[in-house]
């Protein structure tokens, strides 16, 4: 599969579940705006900046490498969250939708910013 492919696979499977998501979130009603607005922006401007400073610092095997290792902690990060979630009565769907939603937007202004402001020898993948 080619990379573009891969892109524009991931981009519309993350696009579907966030979409799925906000449905879920408009038909319970009460949509927690703000906190969706704080998830959104703190992961532009964290995935973004970090994404363009790896891809201009580091070669490509260091950064699979780095990938695979921050897959693997979120990962292990995701069963302490979810007991937390269960310990204390979070009510988890709503958040995970939040987060997912919150995420997605934050992933769209990063891509959004990469193809109007970052320099050529920082972008990523063509779409």
Known sequence: MSPRRATLLTYGSVGLLAALSAARLLEAGGVPW????????ASAL?????????????????R?????????LALLAFPVWL???????????????VLLVGVAVGTALVVLAE???VPER????GV
Not at 46 to 62: F, I, K, N, S, T
Not at 89 to 96: D, F, T, V
Request: proline share 5%.
């Open 122 to 125: 920082l972008r990523g993948f």
């Open 64 to 72: 699979e490498t780095l990938g695979t290792v921050g897959i693997v």
């Open 115 to 117: 193809y109007t402001v």
């Open 83 to 97: 007991g937390g979630s269960l310990a204390f009565g979070i009510p988890l769907r709503r958040w995970l939708d």
């Open 34 to 41: 703000v906190v969706l607005l704080a998830v959104a922006v």
């Open 46 to 62: 964290v995935v973004g900046p970090a994404a363009w400073l790896a891809r201009d610092r580091l070669p490509e095997d260091r």
